[in-house]
């Protein structure tokens, strides 16, 4: 597996932009400083840190499918939640475009504790990844919401950079 990691200083000095004034973030909201770009087999995923440990990583396969977690090193709302239970879904908006709820959710503990949700390959639909993939195309902060709570948002920095990045690395794998 490929790894690339570059942060939003470095990214801004390789396209000539700042990023770090590309969208206004909530001020109770930690700042998401970086990205990570990992690579194999079929699927690619990106990693948004935050400076509070918290991380949202977005994962395209090769057949269309999109899926989305947040986790952290040691999460409490994970404590005594059944891990094998899928039914639920997480709903994710992107400022000022839309949402989107997956098919499928659940809770995920181990060495990272967090959720997840995964939404199917279809192009468009309920909880299908084609209409996440055009909110996602349009906006650059995610606020992810999982059982009725909101577990925080993140700035990619760049309109439609995370979903282009994976999309464009399954698919012209190096």
């Known amino acids: 597996m490929k790894m690339f990691t570059l942060s939003?200083?470095?990214m801004s000095t390789f396209w000539?932009?700042?990023?770090?004034?590309?969208?206004?973030?909530?001020?109770?909201?930690?700042?998401?400083?970086?990205?990570?770009?990992?690579?194999?087999?079929?699927r690619c995923s990106v990693d948004y840190p935050r400076?509070?440990?918290t991380t949202l990583t977005l994962l395209y396969l090769k057949n269309g499918r999109v899926n989305i977690s947040v986790h952290r090193p040691r999460w409490e709302m994970v404590?005594?939640?059944?891990?094998?239970?899928?039914?639920?879904p997480m709903t994710i908006e992107v400022q000022g475009v839309g949402k989107s709820k997956a098919k499928w959710g659940g809770?995920?503990?181990?060495?990272?504790?967090?959720?997840?949700?995964?939404?199917?390959?279809?192009?468009?639909?309920?909880?299908?990844?084609?209409?996440?993939?055009?909110?996602?195309?349009?906006?650059?902060?995610?606020?992810v919401w999982f059982e009725g709570q909101k577990l925080g948002s993140f700035n990619t920095k760049m309109k439609g950079f995370a979903i282009n990045s994976i999309r464009n690395c399954v698919?012209?794998?190096?």
Do not use: C, H
């Not at 404590?79 to 639920?88: R, S």
């Not at 060495?111 to 639909?125: I, K, L, M, T, Y």
């Open 8 to 10: 939003a200083l470095a």
């Open 16 to 42: 000539g932009a700042s990023f770090l004034s590309a969208g206004a973030v909530s001020a109770e909201e930690p700042e998401t400083y970086a990205f990570q770009l990992e690579v194999g087999n079929g």
């Open 51 to 53: 400076s509070d440990g």
């Open 79 to 88: 404590d005594d939640k059944n891990t094998e239970d899928q039914d639920n």
């Open 107 to 143: 809770y995920r503990n181990g060495f990272v504790q967090g959720v997840w949700s995964a939404w199917d390959e279809n192009p468009s639909g309920a909880g299908s990844s084609g209409d996440l993939i055009k909110l996602m195309e349009k906006g650059t902060i995610y606020t």
């Open 171 to 174: 698919n012209n794998p190096a």
